[in-house]
């Protein structure tokens, strides 16, 4: 039955009305953090002891205390935590290569006429300064149950089909960035996600520790090979530094590490959004939480905001090897906000590694046309999709009309 | 004159007895021009059918038109956007022959080409020669059907401009083809000066050092 947009009219009106209210509340509660931000731009002995504190009742106890994440300064120097670091087009290399890739799935459908799922992997090798046509690859990977599909868990859990997406992406990054790999020419593999990888859905905790060694494994892979490694989150959710803030603020609640007080509902994008002018990115920060304390020494995950243009605030992760190398962070700062002129706002690289990864609804169902035909060739009665997956396309079908 | 190689252009996209869309590639386009003699053959096959290109389009899409708008597309953009995005230039092709069983007939086939059929330029002298001859009464049945095209999407008198140019250096300046072409659309169009007299015009244009006006 189609919305009855009538009943809706007033609902509407009343949540423009109250975006509009909430919007000014949070400029209020955003110009004291930025006021608190300021007064404690250098406050490292305090940011210290906090941080020594979370570890000692939190990371490292038996018995933690309810705790969000949150972050610490990599450099705790002169430059204060409003510190803006400008675009320099000096710091972009002559030449580098860029590496992007991305992934997509088609989960299992159980109201489908066949069982199975697709990973596609695709990606870019990008060579910056070379004027050359970039190379791009697609690897899809086709898996169907060998036994009975209802034992077999990659075919009931959609959250672990998700999972050999992501480690697929990171894996093949570690592929090409070996394969490109040439002496002097710096090259930077890049993914649409977070490097902070934590496994989610109904998996074992045994299953969440191998995905999480198996993904450091390639981040090593990278290192190893004498590559730089980024994460690239647009529109990040994160209040990590916020969080950091809030635990030096005089009125924190001691007892509860996750309180934020008034500063409920804020995020780090809104507070770098007023410090961050295009092309300027933030001081390193590294993550402090527990899923950081599972990733080990070389790999442990930092980040800055960069603004990529007019307001665009997008979060860039860096294993903490590469973020201690100032040289190479200049070079990443750079790279991606070049990238980003092209299109405006968003890299180029990973805008064209998802076109590549991308499983179109035609393309699906091109495939599962071929695998009907492979179906009847072999004899095989194909069972026709579910009672309920017909009534939907009857009931969704659109309108015809009459032509004489 | 200089006669090449058959030279491949793209492959049947999707086709109508009336006509065919070609695709190719960017790196295909530099030889197939408006009003050019193009045949579908499949592989194998001794037949064809042909036609002329009438039309030549590239489709943009949102990442296009956003890369646009930058100043200076950087090489690396632009070989990326040629090489490796999957956005074919098209061609449509107005079908003015075929050849079956080794006989050529200047008129619309029994089928058309299939998709994926690669489509090749005219430019042997030998077949533009054979296609392109007046019959004994010195009429030219092809140009028939490039007027009864549909005005509405064929440039129905650029495209006979384009074609005759193109044949006439093709036959080696061939003014007594190019002569004959002109009579017989004189009098294909004795009753529609509409088209008649701005297509003489652009013909004597294209090819001053012939008589047309005379």
């Known amino acids: 039955m189609s919305l009855d947009f009538e009943q809706l009219t007033d609902r509407v009106n009343e949540m423009a009305q109250t975006a509009r209210e909430r919007q000014y509340r949070r400029l209020d509660r955003l110009r004291e953090v930025l006021a608190f931000l300021r007064e404690k731009r250098l406050a490292w002995e305090e940011l210290t002891r906090q941080r020594e504190f979370i570890e000692k009742t939190v990371l490292a106890s038996r018995q933690p205390k309810p705790f969000r994440g949150s972050a610490i300064p990599l450099h705790m120097d002169q430059l204060g935590l409003d510190e803006a670091f400008a675009y320099d087009a000096g710091d972009l290399p002559d030449v580098a290569t860029i590496v992007s890739a991305d992934g997509s799935q088609i989960v299992p459908d159980r109201h489908a006429a066949f069982v199975y799922y697709l990973i596609n992997i695709g990606g870019i090798v990008y060579h910056h300064g070379q004027g050359e046509a970039p190379e791009v690859f697609s690897e899809p990977t086709l898996e169907f149950p060998t036994e009975d599909e209802l034992d077999d868990a990659m075919f009931n859990n959609y959250a672990s089909v998700t999972i050999k997406r992501d480690l697929g992406e990171i894996e093949m990054l570690a592929r090409q960035a070996q394969q490109y790999k040439q002496a002097k020419i710096p090259l930077l593999t890049v993914m649409d996600q977070r490097l902070l990888y934590v496994p989610t859905g109904e998996i074992s905790p045994q299953f969440k520790d191998e995905v999480i060694a198996e993904w450091q494994g390639y981040m090593q892979d990278i290192r190893q090979a004498g590559c730089w490694l980024a994460g690239y989150i647009d529109s990040p959710r994160k209040s990590s530094v916020l969080t950091m803030l809030r635990h030096i603020h005089p009125e924190r609640d001691i007892d509860n590490l996750k309180d934020m007080g008034e500063w409920t509902g804020l995020t780090d994008v809104d507070l770098f959004s007023r410090i961050l002018r295009p092309g300027e990115r933030s001081k390193i920060f590294q993550d402090v939480s527990f899923s950081n304390t599972r990733f080990r020494r070389l790999n442990k995950v930092c980040f800055f905001y960069l603004n990529t243009g007019g307001s665009n605030i997008a979060r860039v992760d860096l294993p903490v090897s590469v973020a201690r190398d100032a040289t190479a962070v200049r070079a990443i700062h750079a790279m991606l906000y070049d990238q980003c002129q092209i299109l405006g706002r968003y890299p180029y690289v990973i805008a064209r590694a998802d076109e590549m990864a991308v499983v179109q609804r035609r393309d699906q169902e091109e495939l599962e046309f071929r695998i009907g035909r492979r179906m009847d060739a072999a004899g095989l009665d194909t069972v026709e999709t579910t009672s309920k997956a017909q009534t939907k396309v009857l009931a969704r079908s659109g309108k015809g009309r009459f032509e004489p | ?214």
């Open chain 2, 1 to 214: 004159m200089m006669d090449r190689a058959q030279v491949e252009i793209g492959r049947v996209l999707r086709a109508s007895t009336a006509g065919f869309a070609i695709g190719c590639r960017v790196s295909q386009l530099s030889q197939p021009a408006f009003g050019s003699l193009v045949k579908a053959k499949p592989l194998g096959s001794e037949e064809c059918v042909y036609g002329l290109i009438y039309d030549m389009h590239i489709d943009d899409d949102q990442l296009i038109q956003r890369l646009v708008m930058t100043e200076n597309p950087r090489a690396e953009i632009i070989e990326d956007q040629r090489q490796n995005r999957m956005l074919p230039v098209e061609m449509s092709v107005l079908t003015v022959g075929y050849k079956q069983d080794g006989r050529l007939i200047h008129g619309l086939p029994p089928r058309p080409p299939l998709n994926l059929d690669p489509v090749q330029l005219c430019v042997e002298g030998d077949e533009v020669r054979e296609f392109t001859e007046p019959l004994g009464t010195g009429a030219l049945p092809y140009l028939r059907l490039i007027l009864r095209a549909p005005a509405n999407r064929v440039p129905v008198d650029q495209l006979l401009v384009a074609h005759v140019r193109d044949v006439y250096r093709l036959r080696g300046n061939d003014q007594v083809w190019a002569l004959t072409a002109v009579e017989e659309l004189i009098e294909l169009l004795r009753s529609n000066y509409e088209l008649l007299v701005p297509t003489l015009e652009a013909l004597s244009t294209a090819l001053p050092e012939l008589p047309i006006g005379a």
